[in-house]
C-alpha cells in the first residue's frame, strides 16, 4: 500500500443537548477527521480529542502539529506502509496516543477496505450486536436529569451512566435509583474530580448498588485507586489512567480497578486497544468501550472493538440521535438496546459528502505524494 495523500478536515457538529461533564461543558463535537489515500484504498478516522485539552492533555491543534511535524513524515517513510507497522515507527515520539490512533486507524481503515475485510472481523469480532449504554450529563436540576434519564430508557438503553462531581453525585444517584428502581443497571462517572480524601464521601454511593464508579480519581494517581478500592464496595473500572496495555497490566497486579473502560483513541488505537482487552480477558476483567462523542465515523469503529468478547458490560456508544440531528454516515440507530456491528469493509460505513459539506469547517492537507512541505 502506497500513501498518496493525508488530509484533515476540521469538523463542528451541534450536539442535540449540552453535554456537561466535571471537565468540560460542550454543546458542540469539534474536532477533526483524518483521511488517508492509499494506491489500494481510502482510510478515514475521527480525533478523540477537543479544542482544549480538559479531558486529556490531547488537544487539536497541538495533535495537527504533532501529526504535521512529527507522525506524518515517521509514517510516510516506511516503505511498506501498514496498520501494524505504526506503533513501532511512531515509538521514538513520546506520548500523543491520540494523535498517534487517529493515524493508525486511518490506515487500519484504507488496509481494511483493500482487502474488503470489515473491522470487526480483522479485530476478532465474535458478535453482531452490541448492547448500547448512554452517559448522562450533569444538569442544573435532578428532575431535568429524571426527565433525560426517563427519555432515554423509553429509547431502550440498557445502562445508565450518570456523570458526577463533587456537589452532584448521591443525590442525583439516590434520586434515578429511587424513580428507576433497583434492576436498572447504573453506574457513575467523575472524569477525575475527587481525591483520596472523598472517600468517606464516596462510599455513600455503595448503598446503590453501582455496577461500577469510573475514574473517580486523578489520572496520575494509581495509588489513590488502590487505596479507594479498599475502602469502597462499588468496583473501580479505570479510564483517562489507562494509556497503554502496560498501564492496564500494572492497573490489574496492583488491585487499582475491577473494570476497565477502553477508548481506542486515548491508548493510541485499535491494536493497542486489542492488547488490552486481551489482558484483561485473561485476567477475568471486565472491558467496555468508551466513547468520546464520536461521529458515525469513529463510532462505526468502535462498535467494531466493542464486538470482541471480552466486551462483556455494554458500552458508551449510543445511537447517532442521541448525539446529533444529523450524523456524517447513515444514522445508527437503537434496535432493542443493541446497537448493529457495521460489515462492510473497513469501518463498513462511509462519509455522506453532503453532510460533511455543512459540517467540515476547512481542509488542510498534510501530505501529498511527490510534493515537498
Ligand atoms: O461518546 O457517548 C459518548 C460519551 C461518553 O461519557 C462519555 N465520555 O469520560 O467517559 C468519559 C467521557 C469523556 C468525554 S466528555 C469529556
Ligand atoms: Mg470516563
Redesign the pocket.
Same mark, same amino acid.
Given at each position: 500500500m502506497k500513501i498518496e495523500l493525508i488530509e484533515l478536515v476540521e469538523i463542528r457538529l451541534p450536539l442535540v443537548r449540552p453535554?456537561r461533564?466535571s471537565?468540560?461543558s460542550?454543546t458542540e463535537r469539534h474536532t477533526f477527521l483524518l483521511r488517508v489515500v492509499t494506491d489500494a484504498a481510502e482510510g478515514w478516522a475521527e480525533f478523540g480529542g477537543?479544542p482544549e485539552p480538559?479531558?486529556s492533555a490531547e488537544f487539536a491543534v497541538g495533535a495537527e502539529r504533532v501529526l504535521l511535524d512529527h507522525l506524518v513524515p515517521r509514517v510516510t517513510a516506511l516503505h511498506r506502509p501498514s496498520a501494524a507497522r505504526i506503533a513501532a515507527a511512531l515509538s521514538p515520539v513520546k506520548g500523543h496516543h491520540m494523535a498517534k490512533a487517529l493515524l493508525e486507524t486511518a490506515i487500519l481503515d484504507a488496509e481494511c477496505r483493500a482487502h474488503a475485510m470489515p473491522l470487526a472481523t480483522y479485530l476478532g469480532a465474535v458478535r453482531d450486536r452490541v448492547p448500547a449504554g448512554?452517559?448522562v450529563g450533569i444538569t442544573d436540576t435532578i428532575a431535568e436529569l429524571l426527565e433525560s434519564v426517563s427519555g432515554y430508557l423509553e429509547q431502550g438503553y440498557v445502562r445508565i451512566?450518570l456523570?458526577i462531581e463533587p456537589g452532584w453525585d448521591v443525590e442525583p444517584v439516590r434520586a434515578v435509583r429511587r424513580e428507576f428502581g433497583d434492576e436498572l443497571a447504573l453506574q457513575v +462517572?467523575a472524569?477525575t474530580a475527587y481525591s483520596l480524601t472523598d472517600a468517606e464521601h464516596l462510599r455513600g454511593l455503595d448503598e446503590f448498588g453501582l455496577v461500577q464508579i469510573?475514574?473517580p480519581l486523578g489520572e496520575d494517581d494509581l495509588r489513590g485507586h488502590i487505596e479507594l478500592a479498599k475502602l469502597l464496595r462499588t468496583p473501580i473500572c479505570l479510564?483517562?489512567s489507562i494509556r497503554s496495555a502496560r498501564e492496564a497490566a500494572a492497573a490489574i497486579a496492583l488491585g487499582a480497578c475491577r473494570i476497565i473502560?477502553i477508548k481506542p483513541s486515548r491508548v493510541g488505537g485499535y491494536l493497542e486497544a486489542r492488547r488490552i482487552h486481551d489482558i484483561c480477558a485473561a485476567h477475568g476483567i471486565p472491558v467496555w468501550c468508551?466513547?468520546?462523542?464520536?461521529t458515525g465515523i469513529g463510532r462505526a469503529q468502535n462498535l467494531a472493538l466493542a464486538a470482541l468478547p471480552g466486551f462483556v458490560l455494554p458500552s +458508551?456508544?449510543?445511537a447517532s440521535s442521541?448525539?446529533y440531528a444529523e450524523d456524517l454516515t447513515d444514522a445508527f440507530e437503537l434496535d432493542n438496546g443493541c446497537l448493529s456491528v457495521p460489515d462492510g469493509p473497513g469501518s463498513g460505513v462511509t462519509v455522506r459528502p453532503a453532510a460533511l459539506g455543512r459540517y467540515a469547517v476547512s481542509t488542510r492537507k498534510l501530505y501529498k505524494r511527490g510534493s515537498t512541505r
Open positions: 453535554f461533564t471537565c468540560a460542550d477537543d480538559l479531558y448512554v452517559s451512566k456523570k +462517572d472524569n469510573e475514574q479510564d483517562e473502560n468508551g466513547g468520546m462523542l464520536e +458508551d456508544i449510543s442521541r448525539y
